[in-house]
């Protein structure tokens, strides 16, 4: 019996699988396959996973049930619905787009067309914060000074989809997280986010570019932790990135001629909001952390500048304390 394969279908069935006859639609195990051909052809690395993701999608179904049932065979209706989640990925849209959410700090995040896609190396930036934080609790023990932690505040700027500022909410019950961005879209899915994982009334989103969001919200000098993974890739090089980047908004991505455009403002603004021992944590480019150390160090209103890696061993976090304790 020939066995069907997704690149043989006419294109002009492709739209609309709904007029094959049950017969001619190929089982399970089939369409994970020439689902994964399709998109090999393409040019996409992670084909089998994505064709595994997009099939189980269309089938509303976990990726794992794809294995208890390989030899069932597909309806008109289920076929047509993957062959259009396969076409989007075809074309290299992100498959987070696709899929309507991205996981991050283990936590299903929504996401869609005009918010940036969450990254697992972001997530450095998480981890750099809270073990800023448990530094700055074992201090304040230490010397005996009256802590902060029973109400510590936070402030995201570019927060996107409220990735990091949700999480951080989730790992630090009592903080409270003053989140910003300048997108309207990417705000409204940083709110649903939160309301999804039940910190919704513990981040306030606040619409702006960057601390002038905060303004009324934090008096100067008392934010405890301040992070960001502001825009840093340098404008000429945004055109050389991978098909699936073109799709994410410029906005979130365009760091200037240099990529420091959006770190200098960032660096230039916060100490003032700061307070003393207080924290700034930056993503950055894998190559910018030396650039970035050194306006950290012109300020002269910070201690000298840490790395923290990504699980890659790359330059990923600068973090920074505000001088004055």
Same mark, same amino acid.
């Given at each position: 019996?020939?066995? @069907?394969?997704?690149?043989?279908?006419?294109?002009?069935?492709?739209?609309?699988?709904?007029?094959?006859?049950?017969?001619?639609?190929?089982? /399970?195990?089939?369409?994970?396959?020439?689902?994964?051909?399709?998109?090999?052809?393409?040019?996409?690395?992670?084909?089998?996973?994505?064709?595994?993701?997009? /099939?189980?999608? =269309?089938?509303?179904?976990?990726?794992?049930?794809?294995?208890?049932?390989?030899?069932?065979?597909?309806?008109?209706?289920?076929?047509?619905?993957?062959?259009?989640?396969?076409?989007?990925?075809?074309?290299?849209?992100?498959?987070?787009?696709?899929?309507? /959410?991205?996981?991050?700090?283990?936590?299903?995040?929504?996401?869609?067309?005009?918010?940036?896609?969450?990254?697992?190396?972001?997530?450095?930036?998480?981890?750099?914060?809270?073990?800023?934080?448990?530094?700055?609790?074992?201090?304040?023990?230490?010397?005996?000074?009256?802590?902060?932690?029973?109400?510590?505040?936070?402030?995201?700027?570019?927060?996107?989809?409220?990735?990091? %500022?949700? %999480?951080?909410?989730?790992?630090?019950?009592?903080?409270?997280?003053?989140?910003?961005?300048?997108?309207?879209?990417?705000?409204?899915?940083?709110?649903?986010?939160?309301?999804?994982?039940?910190?919704? %009334?513990?981040?306030?989103?606040?619409?702006?570019?960057?601390?002038?969001?905060?303004?009324?919200?934090?008096?100067?000098?008392?934010?405890?932790?301040? /992070?960001?993974?502001?825009?840093?890739?340098?404008?000429?090089?945004?055109?050389? @990135?991978?098909?699936?980047?073109?799709?994410?908004?410029?906005?979130?991505?365009?760091? =200037?001629?240099?990529?420091?455009?959006?770190?200098?403002?960032?660096?230039?603004?916060?100490?003032?909001?700061?307070?003393? =021992?207080?924290?700034?944590?930056?993503?950055?480019?894998?190559?910018?952390?030396?650039?970035?150390?050194?306006?950290?160090?012109?300020? =002269?209103?910070?201690?000298?500048?840490?790395?923290?890696?990504? @699980?890659?061993?790359?330059?990923?976090?600068?973090?920074?304390?505000?001088?004055?304790?």
């Amino acid at each position: 019996m020939m066995r @069907l394969r997704l690149p043989e279908v006419p294109r002009f069935l492709r739209g609309d699988a709904l007029a094959l006859p049950n017969d001619c639609c190929p089982v /399970v195990a089939a369409c994970v396959a020439s689902g994964t051909l399709l998109l090999e052809q393409a040019g996409i690395e992670t084909a089998r996973l994505d064709a595994e993701c997009l /099939v189980a999608a =269309g089938l509303g179904c976990p990726r794992w049930h794809l294995i208890l049932e390989p030899n069932r065979r597909l309806s008109p209706e289920e076929f047509s619905r993957i062959l259009r989640l396969l076409q989007r990925r075809e074309r290299r849209e992100p498959l987070a787009y696709i899929l309507g /959410v991205r996981e991050f700090w283990s936590l299903p995040m929504a996401v869609s067309a005009g918010v940036l896609v969450p990254r697992p190396e972001t997530e450095t930036l998480v981890e750099a914060a809270l073990a800023a934080w448990g530094e700055m609790r074992a201090e304040s023990r230490e010397s005996r000074v009256e802590t902060r932690e029973a109400r510590p505040i936070i402030v995201e700027l570019c927060t996107g989809s409220g990735a990091v %500022a949700i %999480a951080l909410a989730k790992e630090l019950p009592a903080a409270r997280v003053l989140a910003t961005d300048l997108s309207w879209r990417a705000l409204r899915v940083a709110r649903a986010n939160a309301a999804r994982h039940g910190v919704a %009334a513990r981040i306030e989103f606040l619409r702006g570019d960057l601390w002038r969001a905060v303004n009324g919200q934090a008096p100067a000098g008392s934010v405890d932790l301040v /992070v960001a993974n502001p825009p840093y890739i340098r404008s000429p090089e945004l055109e050389t @990135l991978m098909p699936e980047v073109q799709w994410e908004p410029r906005l979130a991505l365009d760091g =200037g001629a240099d990529g420091l455009r959006v770190l200098r403002k960032i660096v230039a603004s916060s100490p003032d909001r700061i307070r003393p =021992g207080g924290v700034l944590l930056l993503e950055i480019g894998a190559d910018q952390a030396e650039a970035v150390g050194a306006l950290l160090a012109a300020s =002269g209103r910070f201690e000298p500048a840490r790395l923290r890696p990504d @699980l890659a061993g790359r330059p990923r976090v600068v973090v920074a304390r505000r001088r004055g304790m």
